[in-house]
């Protein structure tokens, strides 16, 4: 049976192999209508999807409204600095005003891990994480999922490094979560300061030099160095990252042959990657952003399809 | 009117023996600890009270709570603190100098001491702060301090990060007899920290405290101790490396001694899965090997004193986003069940774990109490040892309902607890408060 039981998606860790696999194929169903000359549907007409982004963000915002208004729903966006959260009000005040107005789903971006799950015990409206904090961002490793079978046929018995500031990322979070419940074998990749302690607790392999990590890997899933975000102890320069962990296709010609190179983007090309690699054939990174779309649209009509039961529902 | 307390298993913190004795109280002291019987119980002159059934206790001393008075009010005074200890079993409670203004001179010492007697029911005996402001820069004057009437010294919720200072710390609240009581924890590895950094923080994505900020500062100030020869005592003990930097340092016989919570012998750091703020403490909660550590310390006398570090918080600063929320949990109406697991489970045996959270303590800060022998005080507390029960957020009487366990079943309740032989808290209608 394909019904998609949940109220809201939080994390990877509260979706079934099952879920996947049908937020995977429903983003298939829904590809097609993003290259159609009037890419709009009405399956969502008069549902309001309510765009709260207390983080800057271009893509995933752009993603999911781009997703909602190909499927009829009407979209607003809040950002924190147009809200009332510079005045001082907390999150739980902002989140239980939005209620009133009856959203029917809140896409949030955060910079704290746990805030939707905060959110998502206050109010009924069904809540999208869109990354929180160094958590997660669900969508992020479904469309990669996605990606990932489109372009390797299946996603169970590969193998993928993934490569950069693990500690920060809430990409690679997801993604080691997902890519292991879907049968891959995971590696990460990065300098020590990079690693979360105990994290190989998680059931993934580490190993620190990248030249290393690739080699055999079918997916090589690099990470943004968050040059606005990390302390100034993580790595001493730009330089010396780019030249000690950075891709170049040097590096990739270690992997498997065919190997795919990914990334969550926005990229900075020339420090975790090449442009060399960036404009090669192995990269999927601008099929990654299409089809964030897809699944993104995937993940709206599911929390709206009315499919999941009642008792889930409360 | 004479009292007579019959029919109870008294705990002999000093023998660690159970008794099955009589209590003779006159004059708000005890008069007699007699044999069964041994004074006639229908006397027209003495009031016989039975608690068969239930143990009798001295009363319970906590060395580490945070009263808020002055400056927060909102989140604890001193009357409700005061109400929340004695429902708790507590007739004594050393509270912290975080408060605003920080106690760190006799003003604000008396000030509290003076609340504390208009309106506490238990005994309050203030710390002052060992820096001026808590800034860690400037000696407080231990002097006055202690003639106002603290009892301790501490920079409680933050260490004193400069060694020098502390050294100086160390050395001049000996000459005055005060003890250090130190909140270890090296601040450039813990800091924008909110949770244990291990494999629970690496799935949830909350930047870690590292078991090893408390440890070296623990280390440091052994050394301190070492070198000056004058005590430190070590607050809220939580992991297997800080019990065995304080094991080796005792077997070298340096004047080291320590306290764990109550929290830090219960719960994990798997207590925070779902982004629980109530499972936020500073230190956090550790892994189930600490815990076992931590319980091994308190079986070995490693760790000499169960405190609470009661730290009350309204449900604002609690129902933010984890990384935003507050440190801390309130602990003074839970310690007393939590700590009887420890019996129950073969830790402990009933008066060795008494003696950690009354007699042990009060040796720590040099205050009376701990004990229940003829010419002491009447300081009690009369608990059952089996009484289940879910901690309600209603039942709690700290202002604050900041903890973990609302929702938990209980084992072992505090009933009545005197001061002086008065009844001042009771849950019970046969033993009426005074």
């Known amino acids: ?314 | 009117m004479k009292k007579l307390l019959i029919n109870g298993e008294l705990i002999n913190t000093e023998r660690l023996i159970i008794e099955q004795k009589d209590i003779l109280i006159d004059g708000g002291y005890i008069k007699g600890v007699l044999d069964r019987g041994a004074l006639p119980y229908k006397q027209e002159d003495i009031q016989c009270i039975d608690i068969s059934g239930r143990f009798i206790a001295p009363g319970l001393i906590d060395m580490h709570v945070h009263l808020r008075e002055p400056g927060a009010e909102y989140k604890e005074t001193i009357e409700s603190g005061c109400l929340a200890a004695a429902a708790g079993g507590f007739t004594g409670i050393a509270c912290m100098p975080n408060t605003e203004p920080a106690n760190d001179n006799s003003t604000v010492t008396e000030f509290i001491l003076s609340q504390a007697k208009k309106r506490g029911i238990v005994r309050v005996y203030p710390v002052a702060s060992i820096t001026v402001g808590r800034n860690g820069l400037n000696l407080t004057e231990f002097g006055e301090l202690k003639r106002a009437g603290a009892v301790g010294l501490s920079d409680d919720g933050s260490p004193v990060k400069n060694s020098e200072i502390m050294r100086r710390a160390l050395e001049y609240a000996w000459y005055h007899k005060l003890t250090v009581i130190s909140h270890c924890e090296d601040t450039d590895l813990s800091n924008g920290g909110h949770m244990h950094e291990g494999s629970i923080s690496a799935r949830i994505g909350i930047k870690g405290i590292p078991s090893i900020s408390e440890e070296i500062m623990i280390k440091r100030d052994i050394s301190l101790a070492e070198f000056t020869g004058c005590p430190v005592h070590i607050a809220h003990v939580s992991t297997e490396g800080s019990v065995h930097a304080i094991r080796l340092a005792k077997e070298k016989g340096i004047p080291v001694t320590a306290e764990t919570a109550p929290h830090y012998f219960t719960l994990d750091h798997s207590a925070v899965q779902g982004y629980n703020t109530n499972a936020k403490i500073n230190p956090p909660l550790r892994t189930p090997a600490d815990v076992q550590a931590i319980k091994k310390g308190l079986k070995d006398g490693v760790i000499d004193v169960i405190a609470t570090d009661h730290a009350p918080h309204h449900m604002l600063a609690k129902e933010v986003e984890f990384d935003q929320a507050a440190f801390g949990i309130i602990g003074l109406e839970t310690a007393l069940p939590l700590c009887l697991n420890l019996v129950r489970e073969g830790v402990l045996s009933l008066p060795q774990m008494i003696k950690k959270i009354s007699l042990q303590p009060a040796i720590i800060l040099g205050i009376q109490g701990g004990i229940i022998k003829e010419g002491e005080k009447a300081d009690l507390a009369i608990f059952d040892m089996d009484e289940e029960y879910i901690l309600r957020k209603d039942d709690i009487l700290s202002k604050s309902r900041n903890t973990p366990f609302i929702g938990a079943t209980l084992k072992g309740r505090n009933i009545f607890t005197m001061i002086e032989g008065k009844i001042v808290w009771s849950r019970d209608s046969k033993y009426p408060c005074c």
Request: net charge neutral; proline share 4%; charged share 20%.
């Open chain 1, 1 to 314: 049976m394909n019904v998609f039981n949940h109220k809201n998606l939080l994390d990877m860790g509260q979706l079934s192999v099952s879920d996947i696999n049908l937020i995977l194929q429903t983003a298939e169903s829904f590809k097609e209508i993003s290259s159609r000359d009037i890419k709009k549907v009405p399956t969502l007409r008069g549902k309001t999807v309510v765009l709260f982004f207390h983080e800057p963000s271009t893509r995933t915002k752009t993603s999911f409204e781009i997703a909602a208004k190909r499927l009829s729903a009407d979209t607003f966006s809040l950002s924190s600095s147009g809200s009332s959260m510079v005045k001082g009000e907390t999150l739980i005040d902002t989140a239980k005003n939005l209620q009133a107005m009856n959203p029917d789903i809140i896409v949030l971006r955060h910079s704290s891990s746990g805030a939707p799950h905060l959110l998502a015990d206050k109010i009924s409206a069904s809540i999208i994480n869109a990354g929180d904090g160094s958590h997660e961002h669900p969508s992020q490793a479904l469309l990669d999922l996605y990606t990932i079978k489109e372009k390797k046929g299946r996603i169970d018995g590969l193998k993928v490094a993934i490569i950069g500031d693990i500690s920060h990322s809430r990409v690679a979070r997801s993604n080691i979560i997902g890519l292991q419940k879907m049968g891959a074998e995971v590696t990460i990749s990065g300098p020590p300061t990079m690693i979360p302690h105990d994290i190989s607790e998680l059931g993934v392999a580490i190993v620190n030099n990248p030249s290393e990590a690739v080699l055999n890997k079918d997916v090589i899933m690099t990470l943004r160095v968050q040059l606005e975000r990390q302390s100034k102890t993580l790595f001493p320069s730009i330089k010396e990252y780019s030249n000690y962990f950075g891709i170049n296709e040097k590096t990739l010609s270690r992997a498997k042959e065919g190997a795919i190179i990914m990334h969550p983007g926005p990229v900075n090309w020339g420090v975790e990657l090449s442009s060399q690699v960036g404009d090669s054939p192995c990269s999927v990174i601008l099929d990654q952003v299409s089809n964030g779309v897809a699944i993104r649209m995937a993940l709206l009509y599911l929390l709206l399809g009315g499919v999941r039961s009642e008792e889930t529902a409360n």
